[in-house]
């Protein structure tokens, strides 16, 4: 996939709250000290009124957000998902998810992604966290188009919103003339009959290359995207498990209660079926460029067909 | 209100939180009666509020930080007429609007869902920098225990609001000086409590909290002071107004019993009938 265009989908966050502020005058950004590293530095340049610095501290940026969401603001918090969604849990947990405040969480550097920096930034549990909280919606874009759609989509909605993105450039999928982005509504990528892919996040482009390596050996594979993990599309879910009667899950996050735990819950009540769900296995990452830690964790393509293959025979 | 008016408004918040507490057999005594005197100017004196339009847009806000206190709070909105005084009584039951740590979803008059100590003053400064940004009038006022001050975020807080100046802000400290384990400089003394908020940029007034001339004058100077938020240290007595409660940590977190109950209403008719009856 070397000419295929890539795009960290935290630019894409940066430079979609750019091109939201004049569309949304009640638009404001907290930071805490790494609006270069979120990416809101686009938007602190063309809206410096509207952006807000709390240095480091996190769980009062969250407060701070509470507070202006109470009185009509739509703010943002930007953070790296270990501090956004770990260290800052039971203040969203308490200041905006019982009240159930119209704030956003702009969780950037999720994942094993991160890279060099290792498992003490490496955010693996983020999604379990967020997903856990009532009348939280977890969105999970998988590349450029789908991030900034699902950015501004999250401005329009009402109620809190934690969003995902990652640190290392990642391929444009889907920049296609039909492309629309609804949330809650899951997206398939390719129809097939033998086995279904469910992914999010960066493992969707590496569930495409499984599929194509899975087609060579004749296994025809669906590939679903789920950009939206809570909540859930179960009914495209179940639909695909009753075509194809196996399902493999495949997420840049722990295998404990992120996407695969989400599919499961739905699947294990409504409609019974084998899930092999493939992420980090219970484990903390390490440091290592991004590329090889996906590698070595299986959540490339080959990872993912791997996998896929052994499940299915 | 004059400050008799004022005292005998406290004595009857005071009495509202007994009973709830008592209705409730579970709750917070203490630290909203050392509190109730606060309450009762915030929303009686000091605050522009209606409580037949409880959202009102550019009505000023408080934040109960010290969420626990729900009973304080509670029962100066009722008083005040935000909804029946009788429903009191209703506290922590199962389907009452008036939960055990206040919910702005649930309860009329309650600006910020609060209870997780530390939490909520950073909610207060969002709500005052709001006002900064729309370029407001409204006051923004958050009421902590000074157990509470143990908590790290409400330096974070602190830090932020000194940096923005906002001084729309009024940070009151309930300084009664007991804790769930003991005595706060016991436990993990936050002493000095002035210097420290000095520190980070506020106008610090260090006051009697249960002396209405005092709590008075503290407000009056914390609206005339300007490019700074103010910290109002009040020094008061935990479970004030209900002898047997006065300075016991014992009662942080207790109910009374039904004796314990009518000695307290007793207490506080005693004081009312010295102040020479209701309003």
């Known amino acids: 996939m070397a000419d295929v265009k890539k795009i960290a989908t935290r630019e894409s966050y940066g430079n979609a709250l750019a091109e939201c502020g004049a569309d949304f005058p009640n638009l404001v950004v907290l930071d805490a000290d790494l609006a270069g590293a979120t990416k809101t530095g686009v938007f602190q340049k063309a809206f410096p009124e509207r952006h807000i610095d709390c240095g480091i501290a996190e769980c009062n940026m969250t407060g701070i957000a509470a507070g202006l969401a109470t009185c009509g603001k739509i703010p943002f918090i930007s953070s790296f998902a270990m501090f956004a969604a770990g260290r800052n849990f039971e203040q969203v947990r308490n200041s905006i998810g019982y009240p159930h405040l119209n704030v956003k969480i702009g969780a950037t550097h999720a994942g094993i992604t991160v890279g060099e920096d290792g498992a003490t930034h490496q955010c693996n549990e983020d999604v379990a966290l967020m997903r856990a909280i009532p009348g939280m919606t977890v969105i999970v874009p998988s590349d450029d188009v789908e991030a900034k759609a699902a950015v501004r989509a999250a401005i329009e909605f009402e109620g809190p919103v934690y969003l995902r993105f990652g640190r290392a450039a990642v391929p444009v999928i889907n920049d296609t003339p039909d492309y629309k982005f609804e949330i809650g509504k899951g997206v398939v990528l390719r129809e097939g009959t033998d086995v279904t892919i469910v992914a999010s996040g960066i493992t969707v482009a590496s569930a495409l290359e499984a599929a194509d390596m899975l087609a060579a050996d004749g296994i025809s594979a669906e590939v679903i995207n789920i950009h939206t993990i809570k909540p859930l599309d179960e009914e495209l879910v179940i639909a695909s498990a009753k075509k194809t009667g196996k399902v493999v899950t495949a997420e840049e996050h722990s295998v404990i209660g992120g996407l695969g735990s989400a599919v499961c819950d739905c699947l294990s009540q409504k409609c019974p079926t084998p899930v092999y769900k493939i992420g980090m296995q219970d484990v903390f990452g390490e440091s290592g460029p991004a590329n090889a830690l996906v590698a070595k964790y299986g959540l490339d393509g080959k990872g993912i067909y791997e996998s896929t293959k052994e499940f299915v025979k | ?279």
């Not at chain 2, 506080?268 to 009856?277: C, M, N, Q, T, V």
Request: with cysteine.
């Open chain 2, 1 to 279: 209100m004059n400050k008799l008016e004022l005292q005998k408004t406290a004595n009857e918040v005071r009495k509202g939180i007994v009973t709830a507490v008592h209705g409730a057999k579970a709750g917070h005594p203490g630290g909203s009666l050392s509190a109730a005197d606060i309450f009762t100017y915030l929303y009686f004196e000091e605050m522009n509020i209606d409580p037949k339009d409880p959202k009102k847009a550019d009505r000023d806000r408080f934040v109960l930080s010290k969420g626990h206190t729900a009973p304080g709070l509670y029962s100066a909105l009722a008083n005040r007429g935000f909804f029946p005084v009788e429903d009191l009584k209703t506290l922590r039951h199962l389907g009452s609007y008036l939960q055990g740590h206040p919910c702005m979803q649930e309860t009329p008059g309650v600006d910020m869902s609060s209870g997780s100590l530390g939490q909520g003053i950073s909610a207060a400064v969002g709500m005052a920098l709001a006002a900064k940004m729309d370029g407001k009038e409204y006051r923004t006022y958050t009421l902590l225990g000074d157990g509470e001050i143990q908590e790290g975020q409400v330096w974070e807080a602190s830090m932020f609001a000194g940096h923005r100046k906002l001084d729309n802000l009024v940070v009151i400290v309930d300084n009664n000086g007991l804790q769930i384990d003991g005595k706060i400089d016991d436990v993990c003394s936050p002493y000095p409590i002035d210097k420290k908020f000095e520190a980070f940029n506020f106008h610090v007034i260090n006051i009697d909290g249960n002396d209405f001339d005092q709590i008075d004058a503290a407000f009056k100077e914390a609206k005339a002071t300007k490019g700074m938020p103010t910290a109002i240290i009040c020094k008061t007595v935990k479970g004030k107004g209900v002898s047997f409660m006065e300075n016991s940590a014992g009662w942080h977190g207790k109910a009374p019993n039904d004796e314990e109950y009518a000695t307290a209403m007793a207490d506080l008719e005693k004081i009312g009938a010295e102040l020479g009856g209701a309003n």
